[in-house]
């Protein structure tokens, strides 16, 4: 749980200073597109060290997933846009409302409660049928880009927000699927090769949702995607399950942290900084 919290923590942070990077990067003027603009971010040292945060929150994330189960590790994820808020009201100056810092506050006691409840993880190893559907499951989140990529208004944004939590729980999924690393082992399984096609698709989906639609949209149905449907995975086919009589906790647990990252949704993309009033 310790790891799922750092990768939580790293994910966050990285989220405000790479904001801050690219923010400055583009007010340094220069012609280019967006080729040229992440090359002048790669120079902002904020921009490296949000890159390195989002390494360490993925091993972190790995750590996580082999050893609690994953309802517990993909609601402390959801959890990272907590952070974002409270380091971008550190930050970018950026206020948060009363309704927001409960928001937080919920995300926190959700968290607790799963940390109390939660068990090891299972014990299921997956069967050779969960892992090609897996690597169906990406495939088809590959495709769904295609998709709603020709959608319009709220509707894209909440596609490809879905679309992109689909990607990273099967990329939550796989990590569990993944038990030899040994090289031939790895290039046999496909749940390496879903891991790989979820990861990239999710991220092209994401990215492409937050430039083009509402981060708030998006963010929501991000949030939906990567915490319910690895979370009955993980219960039904890979045996995770709570402690002895605290399955009621866990539930209610998971449930809290989910909807207090929900309130906190804007925060999927690190919010522009507020002026300064003058005077």
Not at 1 to 21: D, E, K, Y
Not at 87 to 102: D, F
Not at 229 to 235: Q, S
Request: aromatic letters at 6%; charged letters at 10%.
């Amino acid at each position: 749980m310790v790891c799922a919290l750092g990768a939580a923590v790293c994910f966050g942070t990285a989220t405000v200073l790479q904001a801050i990077a690219a923010r400055a990067a583009a007010d340094s003027g220069g012609s280019g597109g967006d080729a040229a603009l992440l090359l002048r971010a790669l120079r902002q040292w904020r921009y490296l060290a949000g890159l390195a945060l989002d390494g360490l929150g993925f091993l972190l994330q790995i750590a996580a997933l082999r050893s609690i189960p994953i309802y517990a590790v993909g609601a402390a994820l959801a959890a990272s846009l907590a952070v974002t808020a409270v380091v971008a009201a550190r930050l970018l100056h950026v206020r948060l409302s009363g309704v927001e810092w409960a928001a937080v506050g919920v995300v926190c006691a959700g968290l607790a409660m799963l940390g109390l409840a939660s068990g090891t993880e299972g014990s299921e190893a997956g069967s050779m049928t969960l892992k090609y559907w897996m690597l169906g499951t990406a495939v088809v989140v590959l495709l769904l880009g295609l998709v709603g990529g020709r959608m319009s208004g709220r509707g894209r944004a909440l596609v490809l927000g879905l679309g992109a939590g689909f990607g990273f729980g099967v990329v939550e999924v796989s990590v569990r699927l993944i038990d030899d690393l040994a090289p031939a082992t790895l290039l046999t399984n496909p749940a390496t090769y879903a891991l790989l096609i979820g990861g990239g698709a999710a991220f092209i989906l994401l990215t492409s949702a937050l430039q083009r639609g509402s981060v708030t949209t998006a963010t929501a149905g991000l949030i939906i995607g990567e915490t319910v449907g690895p979370a009955l995975v993980g219960v039904i086919w890979l045996g995770d399950r709570t402690r002895e009589g605290l399955a009621w906790l866990a539930v209610l647990g998971f449930a809290v942290a989910v909807a207090g990252a929900l309130a906190l949704a804007r925060f999927g993309e690190a919010p522009v900084e507020e002026p300064v009033a003058e005077g």
